[in-house]
């Protein structure tokens, strides 16, 4: 075994501080509702006085907003418990760098809309557009292969999306691109942004640059990420084979970053929620994972505390 091995004791640790992330995440947050404190940021959208076709909104088109945003942490928090399960001595970068890249997805879309600052239409206009391009991807996938299934069988579609939005009273237009064929669509003035744009914004806002393009390798099978997976070795008798190559670098910084995309998220989350005083656990999970990075010897320049 070389340095550049994962150890028992590395999967041990490594696993450990996900499930600890997985923990704390959910203890400041419990599932399955966010609950606004008095005179929150979530509060006085809550008392909005947006009015759709049927009268006042109320709070319910706003909470149903809190009610995703939760289920997008619970898919982060799931994909964090994927990756512990994953981590083995034998585990390669390739595949927890692939389960970062889909942590990372849901992260960079909570991050999108849970945007401090911007009030109740325009938060309630972003999720109609997260669920408007989920209904036009499946609605293509229903299309190739069940053309006469009855309308939702399968889930939300682009015509339940229109009707629901009308009902709010919110401005959008839907149009397709004549090259694709693909529809997009436009609420209140906002686009979803594309997903590189959103996990560009994602990845500055944690402080990881690159992370999106590192990530997006095994995602897409480019070559240096299969074939990183593997290294020469020698035999005595000067026979040469490839062997699997578990770069502890590699798997320990996806670990770390995948932690950072669930922590960001819920920082938001407090702070639109008005639960700041939980914003003081953040110091000590920092910590946590400062000391792990001390205990595991990996590169100096990674921690935040120590020198």
Not at 33 to 59: H, I, K
Not at 138 to 153: C, F, K, M, N, S
Not at 255 to 272: C, D, W
């Amino acid at each position: 075994m070389t340095s550049a091995d994962l150890s028992d004791f590395d999967v041990h640790e490594l696993r450990g501080f996900l499930l600890s992330t997985c923990d704390n995440v959910s203890r400041w947050l419990p599932p399955p509702q966010w609950v606004p404190t008095w005179q929150s940021e979530a509060e006085w959208e809550c008392r909005n006085t947006e009015q759709g076709q049927a009268g006042p909104w109320g709070e319910n088109p706003v909470r149903t907003v809190y009610a995703g945003g939760a289920l997008y942490l619970d898919t982060i928090l799931d994909c964090l418990r994927c990756l512990a399960g994953t981590l083995t001595p034998e585990t390669t970068h390739y595949v927890v760098e692939t389960v970062a890249r889909a942590t990372m997805e849901a992260g960079a879309v909570l991050f999108w809309l849970l945007q401090l600052g911007i009030g109740a239409r325009l938060r309630v206009a972003r999720f109609w557009l997260v669920r408007a391009s989920g209904s036009e991807y499946l609605d293509e996938v229903v299309q190739r292969i069940d053309p006469w299934v009855a309308p939702g069988t399968y889930g939300e579609t682009p015509a339940m999306v229109h009707a629901a939005v009308n009902a709010l009273g919110l401005s959008h237009t839907r149009r397709q691109n004549p090259r694709t064929g693909r529809w997009s669509w436009t609420i209140e003035g906002e686009k979803l942004p594309s997903y590189t744009a959103r996990a560009v914004a994602f990845e500055a806002a944690v402080s990881m640059t690159a992370a999106y393009a590192i990530y997006s390798a095994p995602a897409h099978a480019e070559w240096h990420a299969v074939v990183g997976r593997v290294r020469e070795v020698t035999l005595p008798g000067g026979q040469r084979m490839l062997s699997q190559r578990p770069d502890r670098g590699a798997v320990a910084a996806a670990v770390l970053a995948s932690s950072g995309f669930a922590i960001k998220p819920a920082e938001l989350a407090l702070r639109l929620l008005g639960r700041t005083a939980r914003l003081a656990e953040f110091g000590y999970h920092a910590r946590r994972a400062d000391d792990l990075i001390h205990r595991l010897g990996l590169p100096a320049a990674w921690s935040r505390w120590r020198p």
